[in-house]
């Protein structure tokens, strides 16, 4: 079974220019969610979609942050502009609906300069 | 708010000691808790949660709801374990089982 991919793995950007990852989730996973995780702390949830519709987005800082997923399969996270403090790791999981673990992709580690 | 808290950053112990990663967390419900695993070039996956009741690579936590902690436990340290390890908190509310991290432990396993 394929993983949770991911890309980039690896972005780095000035401040005030524009980003967007990428996730795949696992083929069948309904609920797809994306986290930061700054250097040294756990990560935390920006957005979280069931199927194409968001179910949880409070944490996301919606002056510079959005994310879709159109067709409820794929999703995309972009930051337009972006600050120094946004450079962290952004995690993409996925799960089955009525599941408990969370599948985790291997993250873009973003740097802004 | 809920929170979860690992007090330790780093754990060092040599191969064939006990184990304990403490983890606290505060939430006025009845929470789910887990244990996440990073090693080194991985991504996170998990460990174990509380409901299951398993042991996983000789890994046990148990939770006390009285203390609000699910400390994980294994009685003989291996090298393999050495690797990031994060508690969470999934709670149910509305629609959004989201996890809350801890800030990690790294356990140091030497031979």
């Known amino acids: 079974e394929a993983g949770v991919a991911q890309s980039p793995r690896y972005k780095i950007i000035e401040k005030r220019q524009s980003v967007a990852f990428w996730c795949n989730p696992i083929s069948g996973h309904a609920t797809l969610y994306w986290y930061q995780q700054i250097l040294g702390q756990g990560p935390k949830l920006l957005i979280q979609f069931q199927n194409n519709g968001v179910v949880d987005d409070s944490q996301l800082p919606k002056d510079r942050f959005s994310a879709e997923r159109l067709k409820g399969v794929d999703s995309t996270l972009k930051i337009q502009p972006a600050k120094l403090e946004d450079s962290a790791v952004y995690l993409c999981?996925?799960?089955?609906?009525?599941?408990?673990?969370?599948?985790f992709g291997p993250g873009t580690r973003l740097t802004v300069t | 708010a809920q929170r979860v808290t690992q007090p330790e950053k780093l754990l060092s112990v040599f191969k064939g000691a006990p184990v304990e990663l403490k983890c606290n967390y505060s939430?006025?419900?009845?929470?789910?808790l887990f244990w996440y695993v990073q090693y080194s070039r991985q991504r996170l996956q998990l460990l174990l949660r509380?409901?299951s009741r398993e042991s996983i690579k000789g890994f046990t936590a148990d939770l006390n709801k009285g203390e609000t902690s699910f400390h994980l436990k294994k009685p003989f340290a291996q090298e393999e374990d050495s690797a990031m390890y994060y508690c969470a908190l999934s709670r149910l509310s509305y629609n959004t089982d989201k996890l809350i991290f801890g800030t990690g432990t790294r356990l140091q396993v030497f031979p």
């Open positions: 509380h409901i």
């Open positions: 999981a996925s799960k089955l609906m009525g599941g408990h673990e969370q599948y």
């Open positions: 939430y006025s419900g009845s929470p789910e």
